[in-house]
């Protein structure tokens, strides 16, 4: 595998033969070793910290996957007041983050001009700040106000760019179509935009990673947020298994020798499934961690999947313990805003 890894470091790219082999084999340790090389080279040993304040855990959407579906009726759902997020975000400042990443299901309840209120309101508390959203899909107009006042990136993962396992994991009222549309809205539109799957999600297939890299050659995203699929007790993939760290790892070295410059998180979930995960995930080529800043009180109701992690490192006052097991494994964390490179 060695010559593979090799090729992929100085050519940045495979044939789709080439690539199955990489993804399939169990044996790629020196895929880390460049991995890694090619992010110090570019970012040296920063890892740059996101707060993530989870806004809302009502979905009008229903993905077959996710623990906040709408037909999920035994979901907790909450909504975070204007005062409440603007807290979190005081709270994050002080704590050295630079990125505030506001995420929620797609609830009505934040319009446009509510959004827009609030994205303003923390550009101009904290305008040494970016403010990325991930409120997933909306109209042209509706990116556009929030841009214009003044976010930054936008988070909306592909899911899926086989229409096939796409449409098996979503509802029939949404389509991939529709997603990618929304993607290249929010580039044109200027947003620094993250796409982005899950690893070993239920019917997912090797040809099926391939087609996500495909997609993600022609998009050119600043940010590619990756994760293992993890089942929940409440939906249909209840009794499906989760993805593997190894999998999620191997695919992580991959996209960081494809994308050089990109930023690249190693995810919430990833740290679930292995309580080392986010670490080797940085010594994979990772140079992002989003912690994150929600009220307490609310975490337990944002729960996406089984046995998320809410607590200890995760958390705000858990901060230090992550920055102290960022700085065991050699990397530093940057108290900086972390845009992409160009
Ligand atoms: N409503 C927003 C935010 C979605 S939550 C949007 O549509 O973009 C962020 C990501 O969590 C999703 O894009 C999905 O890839 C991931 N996710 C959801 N359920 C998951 C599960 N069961 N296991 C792992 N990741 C999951």
């Known amino acids: 595998m060695i010559e593979l890894v090799k090729k992929l470091y100085e050519t940045e790219d495979l044939t789709d033969d080439e690539l199955k082999q990489l993804i399939e084999t169990d044996n790629a340790e020196n895929l880390a070793v460049y991995a890694d090389r090619v992010r110090q080279k570019h970012y040296g040993k920063k890892v740059f910290l996101r707060g993530l304040i989870e806004i809302s855990s009502y979905c009008k959407n229903d993905c077959l996957y996710c623990g906040i579906r709408r037909s999920n009726k035994s979901a907790k759902r909450y909504r975070l007041r204007y005062d409440q997020i603007l807290e979190c975000a005081e709270i994050g400042y002080n704590l050295g983050l630079r990125t ?36 997933g ?37 949404m389509n991939l179509e529709n997603r990618k549309k929304c993607l290249y809205n929010l580039k044109e539109l200027g947003y620094q935009v993250g796409a982005g799957f899950m690893v070993g999600a239920p019917f ?94 609310v975490r337990k109701k944002y729960m996406l999947y089984n046995n998320k992690i809410i607590s200890g490192r995760e958390t705000a006052e858990g901060l230090a313990i992550l920055k102290q097991e960022i700085e065991s494994a050699g990397y530093e964390v940057a108290v900086e805003r972390g845009d992409c490179l160009k």
Do not use: W
């Open 137 to 173: 899909e909306r109209s042209f107009e509706s990116y556009k106000c929030m841009k214009e006042v003044g976010a930054d990136r936008y988070l909306l993962r592909h899911e899926s760019a086989d229409e096939d396992l796409y449409n098996r994991l979503h509802p029939s009222e």
């Open 204 to 297: 997912q297939t090797t040809e099926n990673l391939i087609s996500d890299i495909r997609f993600l050659q022609e998009l050119q995203p600043q940010m590619i947020g990756i994760g293992p699929f993890i089942p929940h007790k409440n939906t249909p993939f209840k009794n499906e298994k989760s993805g593997t760290l190894n999998l999620t790892l191997r695919m992580l070295g991959i996209l960081r020798l494809m994308f050089p410059k990109v930023l690249l998180p190693a995810t919430t979930a990833l740290g679930t499934i292995s309580s080392n995960g986010r670490i080797l995930g940085l010594q994979t080529g990772c140079n992002v961690i989003m912690p994150n800043i929600s009220p307490k009180e």
């Open 100 to 135: 505030f990443v506001i995420q929620g299901g797609e609830d009505g309840y934040f319009f446009d001009y509510y959004m827009c209120k609030i994205i303003h309101a923390l550009k101009k508390n904290y305008p040494d700040c970016a403010v990325t959203l991930s409120l």
